[in-house]
């Protein structure tokens, strides 16, 4: 099972990113999608996650602001991240939980780094 995160990068206070993460070897459509961050010096922490039915839940940080999508016959997820803050600096990781199995499996992670 392999997750490649993508589309991190330096944008401004007040500006926009959208993440993907493109998911292979594993029966997609069956799992259950997160994104987690990680700001230098602290714990890994959740920021939202999609289920196979399409539920959808969100860390009360992103306060409306992230939105979290997918599209199974393309085996990608995405965050699509508004108003964004030097808060929100951090390592973004995706995740997948099998369907199947119940494995948790990860990405690599992508830097996002919201400074002027």
């Known amino acids: 099972v392999q997750l490649q995160a993508s589309g991190g990068g330096l944008v401004e206070p007040g500006g926009s990113l959208t993440l993907s993460c493109a998911a292979s070897g594993i029966v997609f459509s069956r799992g259950a999608v997160g994104w987690y961050r990680q700001a230098p010096g602290k714990q890994r922490d959740f920021v939202a996650r999609?289920?196979?039915?399409?539920?959808?839940n969100y860390a009360d940080f992103v306060r409306g602001r992230f939105t979290i999508s997918r599209e199974n016959d393309k085996n990608m997820v995405y965050l699509q991240m508004n108003s964004l803050s030097p808060e929100d600096t951090a390592v973004y990781y995706c995740?997948?939980?099998?369907?199947?199995?119940?494995?948790?499996?990860w990405g690599q992670g992508t830097l996002v780094t919201v400074s002027s």
């Open positions: 999609i289920g196979s039915d399409g539920s959808k």
């Open positions: 995740q997948i939980e099998s369907g199947v199995t119940g494995r948790t499996y």
